[in-house]
């Protein structure tokens, strides 16, 4: 009876050492599994984000110094229209494409990480993406303001009318991330 009570004993401590090695052993994998997932967040990020900057640094060539774009005189604003709008549509082009680019990371930087480093690219890139938009959105803005104000000086001196570029859907090109 006491080898059955002792023995007993030593399959109860047996199970309860395998339980322990089960959890601590299923414990040890859940870490591993997030260190790679977040590894593979970071390979992520850091690709995204350098795609990211090169667009944006595209798109910011695409750009003309304001003495080339801005439209100084009313008299030469119609035979330069069609100059201006390939201007705007490159422009345009480039901000599609930072757009696209840019969908990737603002999903991964949705999220709150305790890595240092995915921090502070997640806060450069919505920094950067910031000022890109405000930029296209001004750009564009400007551009129509111009051509307003240029076509009410062409009905007061019968020259023709130009054709705003087309407006921004405000909701599509949101600033916010």
């Not at 260190?35 to 090169?54: C, P």
Request: glycine share 2%.
């Amino acid at each position: 009876m006491e080898k059955l009570r002792s023995l007993g004993i030593l399959l109860i401590a047996v199970g309860l050492l395998m339980l322990t090695v089960d959890h601590v052993s299923a414990y040890v994998d859940s870490m591993t599994n997030e260190k790679q997932k977040l590894l593979e967040v970071k390979e992520n990020i850091n690709e995204e984000y350098e795609l990211f900057l090169t667009n944006v640094m595209e798109y910011k060539t695409a750009i003309p110094s304001i003495n080339d774009f801005y439209i100084q005189y009313y008299e030469t604003m119609a035979e330069n229209d069609n100059k201006y709008k390939e201007i705007i549509q490159e422009i345009d082009l480039k901000a599609k494409s930072v757009e696209e680019t840019s969908k990737k990371l603002k999903s991964y930087c949705k999220n709150n990480y305790n890595d240092e480093n995915l921090r502070k690219t997640c806060e450069s890139f919505n920094k950067n993406y910031t000022n890109y938009k405000t930029a296209y959105i001004e750009i564009n803005d400007n551009y129509n303001n111009a051509i307003e104000e240029y076509n009410e000086w062409a009905k007061e001196t019968n020259n023709k009318t130009l054709e705003k570029y087309a407006p921004i859907n405000y909701n599509e090109y949101s600033i916010s991330i």
